[in-house]
């Protein structure tokens, strides 16, 4: 109860600028992540062909990890979500 009065008592300005903090972020993320489908999808030829073949090598390495390997190589990859999560 007492963080939704702590909350109701902030102005009207500092709540919307929570809200554009939390939100843009997110909104960036998000339209990379489509830009880079987008000039995946449009790739063709060769150039297909290599990216594919990467993504077929990185998927034999990954069934070839131990469980406790393929936890390591998430988190390396994930480490700055796995650091924003646990401060949230």
């Known amino acids: 109860m007492r963080a939704s ?3 109701r008592a902030l102005p009207i300005p500092l709540k919307a ?4 903090v939390t939100i843009l972020p997110c909104i960036s993320i998000s339209a990379e992540k489509a830009g880079e489908a987008y000039e995946r999808s449009q790739w063709s030829g060769i150039g297909k062909r290599e990216l594919d073949l990467q993504e077929q090598r990185e998927q034999e390495r990954l069934n070839s990890l131990g469980t406790s390997a393929r936890v390591k190589d998430w988190a390396g990859k994930n480490r700055y979500g796995i650091i ?3 401060w949230v």
């Open 5 to 7: 009065t702590f909350y």
């Open 17 to 20: 600028f929570a809200g554009v």
């Open 84 to 86: 924003a999560g646990g």
